[in-house]
């Protein structure tokens, strides 16, 4: 993934402005910064869900304002503040429609699930469950798909002690497979030590 000179607006706003960023392949950087800086507006633009409103970038190959952008989606994996399951489907439905979807085996759902501690909570519809087993079931959503690209954004938030090897062995599967990923975190601690370099974004820019 590279950026160059990347600028993002939300409405007339300005948030991103000329960002220069890259990750290359085995790579997991952490990405800083105080509330309102950008930082989920960076991620957001990164997995291509948000347009740059200035400069140019590639994410997997694909250019951010290419057609090529829908068909990449598929290969970048994003955990953001708000869980994204279907809340009246149970965790083990929600992960079945993203296995067939993706091409999963069969068997992947319910091993995913266990992966991550949940295989006891597999028929629990997803409205049901804790936010902190939610952000779990994201989880073994991306062990499922493994994507080429992992955007994290403050990924250790409502998992407990057990559960903080989760983000560990998914961020470190990812670039053992070629792969990269960005962590946005407020704990400097436990991102620093899943990456190999950090980056900091202050008023929407990299320094």
């Known amino acids: ?7 993002a607006r939300i409405g ?6 000329g960002v220069d960023f890259a990750v290359e392949a085995n790579e997991a950087v952490g990405l800083f910064g105080a509330n309102g800086a950008g930082k989920t507006t960076l991620l957001r633009l990164i997995a291509t869900l948000l347009p740059p409103a200035a400069g140019t970038g590639k994410v997997l190959g694909s250019d951010l304002v290419g057609p090529g952008r829908y068909r990449v989606r598929a290969r970048i994996g994003l955990i953001g503040h708000v869980p994204s399951l279907y809340p009246e489907l149970t965790l083990r439905e929600n992960l079945e429609f993203v296995a067939t979807v993706v091409g999963s085996p069969a068997g992947s759902v319910d091993a995913a699930l266990a992966s991550v501690g949940l295989a006891g909570a597999a028929t629990r519809r997803a409205r049901d469950c804790s936010y902190g087993m939610q952000r779990r079931a994201e989880f073994a959503r991306e062990l499922m798909r493994r994507p080429a690209l992992l955007l994290l954004d403050e990924p250790h938030t409502a998992l407990d002690d057990s559960a903080v090897a989760i983000v560990e062995h998914i961020v470190s599967a990812t670039c053992a497979a070629g792969g990269g990923a960005v ?3 407020h704990d400097r601690g436990r991102v620093e030590a ?13 320094r």
């Open 194 to 206: 899943l990456t190999s370099r950090t980056v900091e974004l202050v008023g929407g820019s990299i």
């Open 183 to 185: 962590l946005v975190s």
């Open 12 to 17: 007339v706003t300005t948030i991103v402005r």
């Open 1 to 7: 993934m590279e950026l160059r000179d990347v600028s």
